[in-house]
């Protein structure tokens, strides 16, 4: 994946053009640009200067983002344009207002005399200057799109102001071309228009910035050195110096570099901007430890596990800002409207024109023509239509990175809000994925110490949860392991291997019937364990029951609040589970789950998903583990537990790092939020447009005799990309209930 940044984009007109340029280089697969900010995410095997050059064939400039420096820099830039065009609007505003002021007061001198007409071409020459100097980049925009056959919101307002400032030195220059009614210079309105123009747009940038707020915090817990210990001698070095393997030292209150595990020390350390959990986690020797995570209390050492690029905190920045650059159905909806907003606009403009040439009367109905075409190419640039999705995505995926909830893409933020059914796995999702055994039942000859010997040297080759509360209840106990042959795990079953020559079968019920073992013996203890959400396993040694070894994994505490707010908003919520179906439904009795679906293998899952999306559900799966990622892809909207393994949440679309089931809640509520947001932002930008073109272009003339002045025009416009920004802010300081 390449992130490259685009200079001069100005509407939403030229994300078509950079991305078709993008999507037309050979090699690639998607291309996608964010206009908000100003930013393109390319998949793809192409080198980036292929990039950048189809970028430039396009009329734009792009530059590749690979680390933090170019991320700095990029800031860097955009505060230097964000104070040029500050003071751009300045200048334009000192040649444009004090125009306006006077000739409110009827203070500025006529036509009808010489001494007059040299006034009004100073003036002229002096807008002449802030067209150049203030507007000179709406004018070079405009070439640049016109010459690769495209037109943009430059291209309004260039036509817009360099028709006014053409107008009016044409009238300067002989009077007598139209009536004396008609003989009015507009040069206070190009002025006054590309100061409004470029001062709204500083604004917007300002604003734009505050989006990006949780991207840069995650920048910022990155430090740029590491304590390491070389040849037993501390030093600090810069962090890209950091190997794989080294032993590094911090320190309390610092930042951790890097990704590792703890070998010696041990602390309190604060994880809050990883998970959203504002408790800090013990961590101990053989504790995993994650880079931006900050260290509170004691000083420890741990070795480097992964770095770079490979880190938590690194995989979490590079899936919010892909997040934040995808777009949406919406999205892709709007900028298809936006690619011939544009070209739709300058026919308005030429059947505004030619109406009031023909169908107008009175003197000033060529100036009415005019100020009516130039009003109408000002009020209807389209950046607030193009900021309305980007920029509140870029919130929304922000505000739901801060609650510990990475979103993965654009359609899963807007999918998120529409599901009506939620599936959950239940070890590691309703339940703590840390089983423990609760009792051991054995049958004659065997000892209830001697089953779990044998049980637990079985289930050492095993890697489920279940086999490793069996081995850790061994070991707490000191018993002895015995060396194990042909060991094999029976997906879905259980496990069977060798053990002093003999077979032992370690699984459920599933397995044992399968297997032609007798365990009616066991049967009414096993009903009872599985009546208390506890899961029996079976042994059985050459065909004969030995007994059994019961396990229960804890109900996560706040499993059952998150059902409860899951049905508050009208989710129906289901347990999928290989478990039996007696101990899945005590789990589901305990903390309100609607519906049970037991004992179904790993393969299974997915088809079960299939299954209620076939019924017209809208289906979100919650899961953990590598048994659930076909399920988790198969969903509508995949959730996986961020504490789950890595092939879990690369198959889903939303990870939840907190491993909480209220991240889900969360998460929904915060797809609601954002997509509410967006179409509000759509809606004010429509019905800006709707609204203000028809009042541009002089409907309301005929009815009350008003024309909309070129300069409110400028103003409105300008406004709408600010109303459209801050609308989308507010999500910065939304919190999704019960959080």
């Avoid at 409110?712 to 999704?736: D, E, Q, W, Y």
Wanted: with cysteine.
């Amino acid at each position: 994946m390449t992130r490259l940044s685009i200079s001069g984009m100005s509407c939403a007109g030229c994300v078509s053009s950079v991305e078709g340029a993008l999507q037309a280089v050979a090699g690639i697969s998607t291309a996608s640009v964010n206009f908000a900010e100003h930013t393109a995410v390319v998949e793809g095997d192409v080198p980036v200067q292929a990039l950048i050059d189809a970028v430039r064939s396009a009329g734009y400039d792009a530059a590749e983002l690979t680390n933090a420096a170019d991320e700095t820099e990029k800031e860097a830039v955009e505060l230097a344009y964000y104070r040029s065009l500050l003071k751009k609007a300045a200048v334009a505003g000192v040649v444009g207002f004090p125009q306006f002021a006077l000739g409110m007061a009827g203070l500025l001198p006529t036509f009808a005399t010489s001494g007059g007409r040299l006034f009004w071409l100073a003036i002229g020459l002096l807008t002449l200057f802030v067209l150049v100097y203030s507007g000179g980049h709406f004018f070079s925009g405009a070439w640049r799109s016109a010459t690769n056959h495209s037109a943009n919101m430059d291209t309004l307002i260039a036509l817009g102001t360099g028709t006014a400032w053409f107008y009016s030195m044409v009238i300067v220059a002989n009077p007598t071309l139209v009536p004396s009614m008609a003989q009015h210079a507009y040069f206070e309105a190009a002025a006054i228009i590309i100061a409004l123009i470029n001062f709204g747009s500083a604004l917007e940038m300002r604003a734009r910035g505050k989006t990006s707020e949780a991207i840069k915090r995650l920048i910022g817990l990155q430090p740029r050195t590491a304590r390491v210990v070389r040849n037993g001698v501390e030093q600090d070095i810069p962090i890209e110096e950091v190997g794989l393997g080294e032993t590094l030292r911090v320190r309390p209150g610092e930042c951790l570099a890097v990704d590792g595990i703890i070998i010696e020390g041990s602390s309190n350390v604060d994880e809050s901007m990883l998970s959203g959990e504002p408790v800090p986690v013990v961590k101990r020797a053989g504790d995993e430890v994650a880079a931006g995570t900050i260290n509170k209390t004691g000083s420890f050492l741990f070795q480097a596990k992964r770095i770079g690029k490979d880190t938590a905190l690194s995989r979490i920045i590079e899936m919010v800002r892909t997040a934040q650059a995808s777009k949406p159905a919406i999205g892709r909806m709007v900028d298809k409207v936006a690619s011939v907003f544009v070209p739709s606009v300058l026919i308005i403009t030429i059947v505004t024109f030619l109406g009031w040439i023909n169908f107008g009367s009175g003197d000033q109905v060529t100036t009415f023509a005019i100020v009516t075409g130039m009003t109408v190419l000002i009020i209807a640039c389209p950046c607030a239509l193009g900021l309305a999705t980007p920029i509140s995505i870029m919130a929304g995926v922000g505000k739901a990175a801060e609650f510990g909830t990475l979103i993965r893409n654009g359609d899963a933020l807007q999918q998120a809000g529409k599901l009506d059914t939620i599936i959950l796995d239940k070890t590691g999702t309703v339940t703590e994925g840390r089983p423990s055994v609760t009792s051991v039942l054995a049958l004659e000859p065997w000892t209830e110490e001697k089953l779990l010997q044998w049980g637990a040297s079985v289930e050492t080759g095993s890697e489920h949860p279940l086999a490793e509360a069996i081995v850790t209840a061994a070991n707490e106990k000191q018993i002895g392991l015995l060396d194990v042959t042909q060991f094999s795990a029976i997906a879905g079953h259980g496990v069977a291997a060798g053990v002093e020559n003999k077979t032992v079968l370690l699984g459920n019920r599933r397995l044992m019937s399968e297997r032609g073992i007798d365990i009616s013996a066991l049967e009414p203890t096993a009903e009872k364990l599985t009546n208390q959400a506890q899961t029996p396993m079976f042994m059985a040694v050459d065909k004969k029951a030995a007994g059994i070894i019961s396990v229960s994994d804890a109900i996560k505490a706040d499993s059952a609040e998150a059902i409860r707010r899951m049905h508050d908003i009208g989710l129906k919520v289901v347990l999928l589970t290989g478990d039996n179906r007696v101990t899945a439904e005590a789990v589901a009795r305990q903390v309100g789950i609607d519906e049970v679906i037991a004992e179904v293998l790993p393969q299974e899952k997915a088809d079960k998903v299939a299954a209620l999306q076939a019924k017209g559900k809208s289906v979100g799966m919650v899961g953990d583990g590598i048994n659930d990622a076909p399920a988790l892809a198969r969903a509508d909207v995949g959730f996986a537990i961020g504490t789950g393994t890595d092939v879990a949440i690369e198959s889903a679309d939303i990870t939840l790092m907190r491993g909480s089931l209220l991240s889900v809640v969360d998460a929904i509520a915060i797809s609601k939020a954002t997509i509410r947001n967006i179409k509000q932002n759509l809606f004010g930008a429509f019905i800006y447009n709707a609204l203000g073109i028809p009042i541009a272009a002089g409907v309301l003339y005929p009815i009350i005799g008003v024309l909309l002045n070129p300069m409110i025009a400028g103003g409105a416009m300008a406004l709408s990309s600010v109303t459209v920004v801050t609308n989308a802010n507010r999500l910065r300081f939304f919190k999704p209930g019960g959080s």
